[in-house]
């Protein structure tokens, strides 16, 4: 080992703690990522005594989800599950935001609500689904009721935290200018989480879609989860794939729009995007 | 713009029962209209706290705080404050950082237009004074340490406070910028005639800026004593080396290390030293 090869320092940038590597490097390694499993899928699906049934190839995948395309609606599904997902994604934001805002702007809403939250959070959305099939309905009401539960209490308890990660300068920078409670909320805590909270909003969309599948087991006739869970009665392996690859693909891109519009929306942030 | 100060027999404490702290008692002190004062004394005890009970962020636990003979309850604009760290709004440019308090109904009543010019000018000079021209339309996260401060001493210029109070406003900065920085804050001074309040850790920033420095000593927190500093009223960098300045340092530094307990660490130190000695001479044998 040579003397100038310090813990944490030296070598490749490669390896260097939170060094900045060459975009064309993480271009080909992110692409490297994503290429190597679908080979390594491929070759397994090759290799000679592999079962369709157990495991179809990346080709019959695709095929499959030509035909559901053409044949079986696949816009159809597609835009039901966004629309339930988004549904109840938004339902829980527009809730989850005010609330969580008061949460972490004063202590006696927090001794009040979150406790409650953080308990009713771990109790597992799929348990509720006799409860809202009972309470709501088995209308497209009761899937969005699903997606909400799912998402809405861990979305409170990080919207408040997120609100109580405001630094206290800012805030009594603004109470020494005469700035009133309403104008702090609105003129500093609010823009100065702002971030953070589009960070929230994208992570818990994120969660949203997982809980589609398991919306989409109440009274469902429609939807990409409806289909996996279909496919899954009749052993349609590539039907699985097709609806599992589909549902990360969507998941995927609205991420990537959220990423976007973090990057325009805040450009004072410039050192923190990437 | 200028105000008095009274502090009339504060006391702070934090907690209750016996974990609570007194983190000060008996503060007593009066700040003249146009004063420079500066507070020195060990760590935790309690600068930060009477600052921050003068701008009206903590409560007193007993006594009073006037300015211009009226008791404060609450933060108010006729004290405006300068942070450590960490305050300025990294989403405006410095120009909107300074210019914030003229979102606020506090600083636009009854507000003409005239008034709204004025205004504008005077933030044009402020960002003038500090040397910010340059970097008017940056983000806070794209200036250095100095600059942003220069902006957080701007903003608080902004609405003409008579007092402005300053929490180690220079702490994180590196020498050159401090000796800059210190003559700049001397000039506002002057220039707007307002009363300041800073605190710091460093004795010799205290007696360069300050006309009477408040020497501080903890547990529990209190008042020590006063020193005029015997310096003329325009300062410049060579003083520093005057035998009335060193002397003045001397002064203040002992009395820090009497008050801090500082003392009672070196016989500490000293046991642990004989400690050491102890146990090699038992290796050896
Ligand atoms: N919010 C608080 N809750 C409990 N104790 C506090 C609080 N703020 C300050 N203290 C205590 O009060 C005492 C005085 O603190 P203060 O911050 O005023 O000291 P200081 O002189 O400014 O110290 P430093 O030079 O390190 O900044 C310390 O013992 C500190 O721990
Ligand atoms: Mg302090």
Request: net charge neutral; aromatic share 8%.
């Amino acid at each position: 080992m040579s003397a100038s090869k310090r813990a944490g320092a030296g070598g490749s940038p490669l390896w260097q703690i939170r060094s900045a590597i060459d975009p064309r490097q993480y271009w080909l390694l992110a692409l490297f990522g994503l290429v190597a499993p679908l080979v390594a899928w491929l070759v397994a699906s090759h290799l000679d005594g592999t079962d369709k049934v157990f495991l179809p190839g990346p080709a019959d995948v695709l095929a499959r989800i030509w035909s559901w395309a053409t044949d079986d609606d696949l816009a159809a599904d597609v835009a039901i599950s966004t629309w339930r997902v988004v549904a109840g994604w938004a339902l829980s934001a527009a809730i989850a935001l005010p609330l969580g805002l008061f949460i972490g702007s004063y202590r006696a809403v927090q001794a009040l609500l979150e406790p409650l939250t953080d308990f009713i959070r771990y109790m597992p959305a799929v348990a509720f689904i006799p409860l809202v099939m009972l309470w709501v309905g088995i209308e497209e009401g009761s899937k969005v009721a699903i997606i909400f539960i799912g998402t809405f209490f861990q979305m409170v308890l990080m919207v408040a935290e997120d609100v109580r990660r405001v630094p206290l300068a800012q805030i009594e920078a603004a109470q020494t200018m005469g700035a009133t409670r309403s104008e702090i909320l609105e003129k500093v805590i609010v823009p100065s989480a702002k971030p953070a909270l589009l960070d929230t909003l994208r992570v818990t969309m994120g969660w949203a879609w997982t809980y589609l599948v398991v919306a989409e087991l109440v009274a469902s006739n429609s939807g990409l989860g409806y289909a996996v869970l279909k496919a899954q009665r009749f052993l349609q392996t590539d039907k699985i794939f097709a609806g599992i690859l589909l549902i990360g693909l969507i998941g995927l891109l609205i991420d990537q729009g959220f990423r976007l519009v973090h990057r325009k929306a805040f450009p004072y942030l410039a050192g923190r995007h990437r | 713009m200028t105000a008095s100060i009274d502090i009339r027999d504060a006391f702070k404490t934090f907690g209750h029962g016996p974990q609570a702290i007194h983190a000060l008692e008996h503060a007593k002190l009066a700040i003249r209209p146009n004063e420079f004062v500066t507070f020195v004394g060990a760590s935790g005890c309690g600068k930060s706290t009477l600052l921050r009970m003068i701008c009206g962020l903590e409560s007193l636990s007993r006594g009073s705080i006037a300015v211009n003979g009226q008791p404060i309850a609450g933060p108010g604009v006729d004290r405006a404050m300068v942070f450590q760290h960490y305050s300025l709004y990294p989403w405006l440019t410095v120009t909107q950082n300074i210019k914030f308090c003229r979102q606020l109904k506090a600083h636009t009543r009854d507000r003409t237009s005239a008034d709204v010019e004025k205004a504008a000018g005077r933030a044009d000079a402020l960002i003038r004074l500090m040397g910010l021209s340059h970097v008017a339309d940056a983000y806070p996260s794209q200036l250095s340490g100095g600059m942003q401060q220069r902006v957080a001493i701007a903003r608080a210029l902004m609405s003409r406070p008579p007092i402005l109070l300053m929490d180690e406003p220079f702490g994180a900065l590196d020498a050159q910028t401090r000796e800059v920085m210190h003559d700049l804050i001397r000039h506002v001074h002057r220039m707007e005639g307002s009363t300041i309040v800073f605190v710091t850790h460093d004795v010799e920033e205290a007696i360069y800026l300050g006309q009477r420095i408040v020497l501080m000593a903890p547990r529990p927190g209190r008042i020590d004593t006063l020193y005029d500093v015997p310096l003329p009223a325009e300062r410049h960098q060579d003083m520093k080396l005057t035998p009335e300045f060193l002397a003045l340092k001397r002064e203040i530094l002992e009395r820090i290390r009497e008050t801090s307990g500082m003392k009672t660490d070196l016989e500490q130190l000293a046991r642990l030293n004989a400690d050491v000695g102890a146990d090699a001479a038992l290796t050896t044998d």
